[in-house]
């Protein structure tokens, strides 16, 4: 059965072409057109979840990217019987020293969110963010507070590498989370990319116990193939301790 979710992220994948189709067509300068995309170029992610307290899940992820636009539908599902499908909708913005990103998503249980993020500068740039939800049951799949804002720095400078340093924490909640990231990603030749992300976390667990632990993820991109393995203590800010991979790739 399709559900709403799917529905949702198939309708933003068809506005996303249409939107780039039509501003396609309305210029004139035929130049501007060699970089347009002429078709969605799609993500599939299948990731297994080992867990600490036996609680093992899988999750598969479609991301759909046109241009500005990207639409992605999800299913997660774990042992214990658990099953959460979500959609979502990311637009980008680019204005030479502005980068926005605007992103809304939304999941099966009635969970709905969003997010703003911007990077500000050139070759050295800031970090800001900021994310609401309603509050409503959902699996947090990136592992930091949805309820957020996000403050960091980074740069380009160096030649085929990107390093960014940034805090996400809980500005709603009352929970004193804090996840720090220091991520770097290095090109050493087309089509090869190598993403290292390295966090610590504080914060109230959900037993309301402060805990502190530490991540480490790394990426290897190939194009068109990738495959990520990650181990996060206390994922989610819970007792449970997780060693992730993922595999896919893009076509």
């Known amino acids: 059965m399709v559900t709403k979710p799917c529905i949702a992220a198939l309708i933003c994948l068809a506005v996303a072409a249409l939107f780039q189709s039509s501003a396609a067509q309305a210029s004139e300068a035929p130049e501007n057109k060699v970089d347009e995309p002429k078709s969605i170029q799609f993500k599939l992610t299948p990731s297994y979840y080992s867990a600490s307290d036996g609680n093992d899940a899988t999750d598969i992820n479609l991301r759909g990217n046109f241009g500005q636009h990207t639409a992605w539908i999800g299913v997660y599902n774990d042992k214990n019987g658990y099953r959460q499908e979500r959609t979502g909708y990311e637009y980008r913005l680019d204005f030479e020293l502005i980068r926005w990103v605007l992103s809304a998503q939304s999941a099966s249980g009635g969970f709905v969110g969003g997010s703003a993020s911007a990077e500000i500068g050139g070759d050295t740039f ?51 989370q804090r996840v720090t990231h220091f991520v770097w990603r290095y090109k050493p030749s087309y089509p090869q990319r190598v993403t290292v992300d390295a966090s610590y976390k504080s914060g ?48």
């Open 126 to 176: 800031g970090i800001l963010g900021f994310g609401r939800t309603n509050l409503r049951e959902y699996y947090n799949l990136n592992f930091d507070p949805n309820d957020a804002i996000t403050v960091g720095i980074g740069s380009r400078a160096i030649s085929k590498t990107e390093l960014s340093l940034f805090q996400v924490r809980d500005d709603r909640l009352s929970t004193q």
């Open 204 to 251: 109230l667990a959900s037993d309301n116990i402060f805990i502190r632990g530490y991540g480490l993820s790394a990426t290897y991109d190939c194009n068109p193939y990738f495959v990520r393995i990650a181990r996060d203590q206390y994922a989610n800010f819970t007792e449970t301790n997780l060693i992730r991979l993922s595999i896919g790739m893009r076509f």
